[in-house]
């Protein structure tokens, strides 16, 4: 049993780390990624820019929520 517990808690630190924003924003990128695939939109070159480009801004707007200044 303790091993699975280890186990548990070295997924979860290794996936959600520090900021759960980002595992979030990363999770909805690849989801909304994986409805415009099924939907057959766009071509296999387009799907892997638009995955990049989605996940670089998914994790550009959690790290901008996270330095913004702190209001009083």
Same mark, same amino acid.
């Not at 808690?9 to 520090?18: A, E, P």
């Not at 989801?31 to 998914?58: H, N, P, S």
């Given at each position: 049993?303790?091993f #699975? +517990?280890?186990?548990?808690? $070295? @997924?979860?630190? $290794?996936?959600? %780390?520090?900021? @759960? +924003? &980002? *595992?979030?924003?990363?999770? #909805?990128?690849? /989801?909304? #990624? $994986?409805? /415009?695939?099924?939907?057959?939109?766009? %071509?296999? *070159?387009?799907?892997?820019?638009l995955? %990049?480009?989605? &996940?670089? /801004?998914? $994790?550009?707007?959690? #790290?901008?929520?996270?330095? !913004?200044? +702190? !209001? !009083?």
């Amino acid at each position: 049993m303790k091993f #699975l +517990k280890s186990f548990g808690q $070295f @997924w979860y630190d $290794f996936i959600i %780390g520090d900021d @759960w +924003k &980002i *595992a979030v924003a990363v999770v #909805l990128a690849l /989801v909304a #990624l $994986f409805a /415009v695939m099924k939907a057959d939109v766009l %071509g296999d *070159a387009a799907l892997t820019v638009l995955g %990049g480009a989605g &996940i670089v /801004v998914a $994790f550009a707007i959690s #790290l901008a929520i996270d330095v !913004r200044p +702190k !209001r !009083r």
